[in-house]
């Protein structure tokens, strides 16, 4: 193993940090060659580079009629060859043969693209490898091109032979793939602007006669014209998002239905700089690699095989969610690992073992975010949009608390389901020391690791220990901010490119707008209105708590997630009291329904996962039923926590 460690110090990967020297590790497949063996032939597809461990290799051109073969180069230990036709992407233009026995490192075409693509220090030393051996086989190199031309080779002695054996090194690493939409979305996005334009504004002059014969108060209908016209150009996906977010407490201040401070009041909220806070963390443990190490010694203690590896990913995405705060984050740092391992498992493409690896990777890094309050920035938004007089006692403990019973059925239940529909009976062959050498690549913690996880340590401590000390969440979080600022984890430059200051804009105006429609009285309004239209469910909790779900199950397939958190919470939370049921219960119920992937850009961890692993690891159909059982598994789960909801008095 340490002469394969060797591999990423040749000058080739100098341009990458330790964490991605850890990720590439195992992307290498070592193989192993006796005297004379044919690596490959010129005019052969080129699918992979070579780096010589031990033994030679001559590369030439094949002879012409009535002459010798043109020798072009010998390779020995830490050379690498068969990057020309890589980046040429034409076929091979010389033939390579050993000259001793041999042992090498091949890497896929694949993952030579990956990573010369996202690392252009990398790009650029290939390019002045390739520019330097393009000189010596032209003979523009005078020097160099002597000393190949006197080296004594004798292609003869050397008689075809058969590889005595291959194995991998491992795998771990990608990213999500996918497109999709409904047609009727997809014909939307690409029609003209101005039937976009003039079919919103029919409909908004429809309904505000509709709600003006219904008697409303013009700042109601104004707040009602504005969320709606906000909720078709979120469908339509014309706009940014985050551009049409910070319309509505805009457009409410321009038309006088409520005041600045109102419809601001969302950039103040203390869940603003909570999230603030959360992000910076996020951003500085995913510049020193914290989570891959954490990622690696989890996983190390799992079972080597199926079963065992599926549910350490499921674990290790739920035990990790409070570390780096950011469902996405989790997701596409998590999925090259996820990848690398299938492809060094030699395991088929799109196979049951990897769409179940990939489903549990999606349940456990993805899907549990409820679970926690910091899990993803949309439970801050939730908990924002709670009445001040339910929300005021709800801590990180209390969320967790509240939350344990829906979050453990429904992990269950989607375990099940995963093992159930991609069944895998033969054996992984996972071996322990692969990550013994990843591990050893990162080395000891770095100072900006320990910085990190101290960090990290301070705000789970101080969230976990807030009814003791009664400091709110959101200064817990700044501090953090701070130790990582001040320990030079983040700058001023890492600030700006790692944190999502698009969805801090989002989430301050969708808040300040919710604000601005509890201030005028709306959310009461809509209460008292849409009452006689649930009488059928308003008699029973249970059918109450299902048609939320399925509520929110529905829109998300017209909205994205965090307008479509927003819609459900303002029009559900004021019947919570006529109910009795709190608040939160509807917040949990909302944020746990609302990941549905029937259709692939539903959800954009799935989404992220498909695009990013290029259907290698699965397809859309493969996943078409859990996707269905999803919803089931919510409503069980649901169902389940009742009782439990009951009986510590959040159901009454």
Same mark, same amino acid.
């Given at each position: 193993m340490?002469v394969?460690?060797r591999l990423?110090?040749?000058?080739?990967?100098?341009?990458?940090?330790?964490?991605h020297?850890?990720?590439?590790?195992?992307?290498?497949?070592e193989?192993r060659?006796p005297?004379?063996?044919?690596i490959?032939?010129?005019g052969d597809?080129g699918?992979?580079?070579?780096?010589i461990?031990s033994?030679?290799?001559?590369?030439y051109?094949?002879p012409?009629?009535?002459?010798?073969?043109?020798?072009?180069?010998r390779?020995?230990?830490?050379d690498?060859?068969?990057e020309?036709?890589l980046?040429?992407g034409?076929?091979r233009?010389?033939?390579?043969?050993?000259?001793t026995p041999?042992r090498?490192?091949?890497?896929?075409?694949?993952?030579f693209?990956d990573?010369v693509?996202?690392?252009?220090r990398?790009?650029?030393?290939?390019?002045?490898?390739?520019s330097k051996?393009?000189?010596i086989?032209?003979?523009h190199?005078r020097?160099?091109?002597?000393?190949?031309?006197a080296?004594d080779?004798d292609?003869?002695?050397?008689?075809?032979?058969?590889?005595?054996? +291959?194995?991998?090194?491992?795998a %771990?690493?990608p990213l !999500?793939?996918g497109a *999709? =939409?409904? $047609?009727?979305?997809?014909w /939307?996005?690409?029609?003209?602007?101005?039937?976009?334009?003039s079919?919103?504004?029919l409909?908004?002059t429809?309904?505000?006669c509709?709600?003006?014969?219904?008697?409303?108060?013009a700042?109601?209908?104004?707040l009602?014209?504005i969320?709606?016209?906000?909720?078709?150009?979120?469908?339509?996906?014309?706009?940014s998002?985050?551009?049409?977010?910070?319309c509505?407490?805009l457009?409410a201040?321009?038309?006088?239905?409520?005041?600045?401070?109102?419809?601001f009041?969302?950039?103040?909220?203390?869940?603003?700089?909570?999230?603030?806070?959360?992000?910076a963390?996020?951003a500085?443990?995913?510049r020193t690699?914290?989570?891959? +190490?954490?990622?690696l010694l989890? %996983?190390?203690?799992f !079972?080597p095989?199926? *079963? =065992?590896? $599926?549910?350490a990913?499921? /674990?290790?995405?739920?035990l990790?969610t409070?570390?780096?705060p950011?469902?996405?984050?989790r997701v596409?740092?998590?999925?090259?690992m996820?990848l690398?391992?299938?492809e060094t498992l030699r395991?088929?493409?799109?196979?049951?073992?990897?769409?179940?690896l990939?489903?549990?990777c999606l349940?456990?890094f993805?899907?549990?975010?409820f679970l926690?309050l910091?899990?993803?920035?949309?439970?801050y938004?939730?908990l924002g949009?709670?009445p001040?007089a339910d929300a005021?006692?709800?801590?990180?403990?209390?969320w967790l608390i509240d939350?344990?019973p829906?979050?453990?059925?429904?992990?269950?239940?989607s375990?099940?389901a995963i093992l159930?529909?991609?069944?895998h009976k033969?054996?992984?062959q996972i071996q322990p020391?692969?990550i013994? $050498?990843?591990?050893?690549v /990162?080395g000891?913690?770095?100072?900006?690791?320990?910085?990190?996880?101290?960090?990290?340590?301070f705000?789970?401590?101080?969230f976990?220990?807030?009814?003791?000390?009664?400091i709110?969440?959101?200064w817990?979080?700044?501090t953090?901010f701070?130790?990582?600022?001040?320990?030079?984890?983040?700058?001023d430059?890492s600030?700006r490119?790692?944190?999502?200051?698009?969805?801090?804009?989002?989430?301050?105006?969708?808040?300040g707008?919710?604000?601005?429609?509890?201030d005028?009285?709306?959310?009461?309004t809509?209460s008292?209105?849409?009452?006689?239209?649930l009488?059928m469910?308003?008699?029973?909790?249970?059918?109450f708590l299902?048609?939320?779900?399925?509520?929110?199950?529905?829109l998300r397939f017209?909205l994205p997630?965090?307008? $479509?958190?927003?819609v459900?919470?303002l029009?559900?939370?004021p019947l919570?009291?006529a109910?009795?049921?709190?608040p939160?219960?509807?917040g949990?119920?909302?944020?746990?329904?609302?990941?549905?992937?029937v259709?692939?850009?539903?959800?954009?961890?799935?989404f992220?996962?498909l695009d990013?692993t290029?259907?290698?690891?699965?397809?859309h159909?493969?996943?078409?039923?859990?996707?269905?059982?999803y919803g089931l598994?919510?409503l069980i789960?649901?169902?389940?926590?009742?009782?439990y909801?009951?009986?510590v008095?959040l159901?009454?």
């Amino acid at each position: 193993m340490d002469v394969d460690l060797r591999l990423l110090e040749m000058p080739i990967f100098s341009g990458l940090d330790r964490v991605h020297r850890a990720k590439l590790l195992p992307e290498f497949e070592e193989i192993r060659f006796p005297a004379g063996q044919i690596i490959f032939h010129e005019g052969d597809r080129g699918d992979s580079l070579y780096i010589i461990i031990s033994g030679s290799v001559v590369v030439y051109r094949e002879p012409a009629p009535g002459q010798g073969p043109r020798i072009l180069a010998r390779y020995d230990a830490n050379d690498c060859f068969g990057e020309t036709a890589l980046l040429a992407g034409d076929p091979r233009t010389a033939t390579a043969k050993t000259l001793t026995p041999c042992r090498m490192a091949r890497l896929s075409k694949e993952r030579f693209d990956d990573l010369v693509n996202h690392h252009h220090r990398v790009a650029i030393d290939f390019a002045r490898l390739l520019s330097k051996r393009l000189a010596i086989y032209s003979g523009h190199n005078r020097k160099l091109h002597d000393v190949i031309a006197a080296t004594d080779i004798d292609l003869d002695d050397f008689p075809e032979a058969a590889v005595t054996s +291959r194995w991998r090194l491992f795998a %771990m690493l990608p990213l !999500p793939s996918g497109a *999709g =939409g409904a $047609a009727w979305l997809g014909w /939307l996005k690409e029609a003209k602007p101005f039937w976009l334009l003039s079919s919103t504004a029919l409909l908004m002059t429809l309904l505000y006669c509709l709600l003006q014969s219904a008697g409303m108060q013009a700042a109601h209908i104004a707040l009602l014209l504005i969320i709606t016209a906000a909720a078709l150009f979120w469908a339509y996906d014309f706009f940014s998002p985050h551009a049409i977010a910070l319309c509505l407490p805009l457009a409410a201040v321009l038309v006088h239905a409520t005041k600045p401070a109102v419809a601001f009041s969302g950039f103040s909220h203390s869940s603003w700089f909570l999230i603030l806070g959360v992000s910076a963390l996020t951003a500085g443990i995913s510049r020193t690699g914290l989570m891959y +190490r954490l990622a690696l010694l989890v %996983m190390k203690r799992f !079972p080597p095989n199926y *079963g =065992g590896q $599926a549910l350490a990913w499921a /674990l290790t995405g739920a035990l990790l969610t409070p570390v780096i705060p950011s469902s996405n984050a989790r997701v596409s740092l998590m999925t090259p690992m996820l990848l690398a391992l299938g492809e060094t498992l030699r395991l088929p493409g799109c196979g049951n073992a990897t769409a179940g690896l990939a489903m549990s990777c999606l349940l456990g890094f993805g899907h549990m975010s409820f679970l926690f309050l910091n899990g993803a920035a949309v439970c801050y938004l939730i908990l924002g949009l709670i009445p001040h007089a339910d929300a005021q006692w709800i801590s990180y403990q209390t969320w967790l608390i509240d939350a344990a019973p829906l979050g453990l059925t429904f992990f269950i239940l989607s375990f099940a389901a995963i093992l159930l529909l991609f069944p895998h009976k033969e054996p992984l062959q996972i071996q322990p020391e692969m990550i013994d $050498a990843q591990l050893t690549v /990162l080395g000891p913690l770095t100072r900006e690791e320990k910085v990190c996880l101290l960090a990290t340590s301070f705000s789970l401590i101080g969230f976990l220990t807030q009814t003791w000390h009664q400091i709110d969440s959101a200064w817990v979080a700044l501090t953090s901010f701070l130790i990582l600022y001040a320990g030079s984890v983040l700058n001023d430059k890492s600030i700006r490119s790692g944190i999502d200051w698009g969805f801090l804009i989002t989430f301050g105006s969708m808040l300040g707008f919710g604000n601005a429609m509890k201030d005028t009285g709306l959310t009461d309004t809509l209460s008292h209105m849409l009452q006689p239209l649930l009488a059928m469910v308003m008699g029973n909790q249970i059918a109450f708590l299902f048609a939320v779900a399925l509520y929110i199950y529905l829109l998300r397939f017209v909205l994205p997630i965090t307008p $479509a958190l927003l819609v459900g919470m303002l029009t559900v939370t004021p019947l919570c009291g006529a109910m009795h049921i709190h608040p939160i219960v509807v917040g949990l119920i909302l944020l746990l329904t609302s990941n549905a992937w029937v259709l692939p850009n539903q959800n954009a961890m799935y989404f992220s996962m498909l695009d990013g692993t290029d259907d290698r690891l699965f397809k859309h159909e493969q996943t078409r039923v859990l996707s269905m059982l999803y919803g089931l598994i919510c409503l069980i789960a649901i169902g389940v926590s009742v009782p439990y909801w009951e009986m510590v008095g959040l159901i009454y």
